[in-house]
């Protein structure tokens, strides 16, 4: 019973924090552009339907919206700075604006920026696309978990970390006795940018499964639910601590 009541909670808590208006951006024509380019880039412009308006001189640009009720998603995306287009996506990944922790823009240098977007990946648990952007360039990409709403000190060192997992989590067999390897994944805030926290990701995990098993959800690797609880009451500690705070979009509270 303790373990069905964990697993409500967290259903409960991911699809709330998984569920502004703008201005269309006028079309500049160049001479220097070929006739068919123009008509793609004027065909993208028609099809924006919301600008979101981020820090330090970014912003998001969507259209091609989808009404998945209580939310909406986007599959058309485009990331400006300071008025400058540096990425644009078309390929029907779909946007999600819902969770007011997302997206995030954070500062490393006067040049150089991250950006945090979620992703709807129905039907498994939405995920963050990571950006680092230099000198308005797109120079890495990343995957990562979403991420419960505020950065935690776990360690010793003076850094925060964020925790996330990849996969929602199910029980099955008699009486719900069974579930599947989810490990909690930990990335540190550093200087010079958000990492993925493998010491701490294996320790923490060793801890909850006696071994580690790897980064990655995986239903393949089945736990009696009885000894996964150290696991769940990390999650519901995680859940609780930051039921309180409230971000907006465009800022979190890290530092």
């Not at 919301?50 to 912003?59: M, R, S």
């Not at 129905?122 to 797109?138: A, G, T």
Request: aromatic share 14%; net charge negative; charged share 25%.
């Amino acid at each position: 019973m303790k373990s069905e009541q964990i697993h409500l909670t967290l259903f409960i808590f991911f699809t709330l924090s998984a569920c502004s208006s703008g201005n269309v951006p006028k079309t500049v024509s160049s001479p220097d552009l070929p006739v068919d380019t123009l008509q793609v880039e004027s065909n993208i412009e028609n099809q924006i339907e919301k600008t979101i308006k981020l820090d330090h001189g970014f912003e998001i640009k969507v259209g091609r919206n989808e009404d998945l009720p209580p939310l909406q998603v986007y599959s058309l995306f485009i990331l400006t700075h300071n008025d400058k287009q540096i990425y644009i996506d078309t390929s029907f990944t779909e946007y999600e604006f819902t969770d007011t922790l997302y997206p995030i823009v954070r500062a490393i240098d006067h040049e150089t920026f991250e950006v945090l977007v979620e992703i709807n990946d129905r039907p498994l648990k939405n995920y963050v696309k990571y950006f680092k952007v230099f000198q308005d360039q797109i120079i890495y990409t990343e995957k990562m978990p979403t991420f419960f709403p505020r950065a935690f000190n776990l360690d010793e060192d003076e850094n925060l970390e964020l925790a996330g997992f990849w996969g929602v989590g199910k029980t099955w067999g008699d009486n719900y006795s069974l579930t599947d390897y989810n490990p909690i994944i930990y990335y540190e805030i550093r200087p010079t940018g958000i990492t993925l926290d493998s010491a701490l990701t294996i320790s923490k995990n060793r801890e909850f499964y006696g071994e580690f098993y790897g980064f990655k959800f995986n239903r393949k690797i089945e736990f009696k639910t009885i000894e996964t609880r150290k696991r769940e009451d990390e999650i519901l500690k995680l859940v609780e601590q930051s039921s309180n705070q409230i971000q907006m979009p465009g800022t979190v509270n890290w530092e």
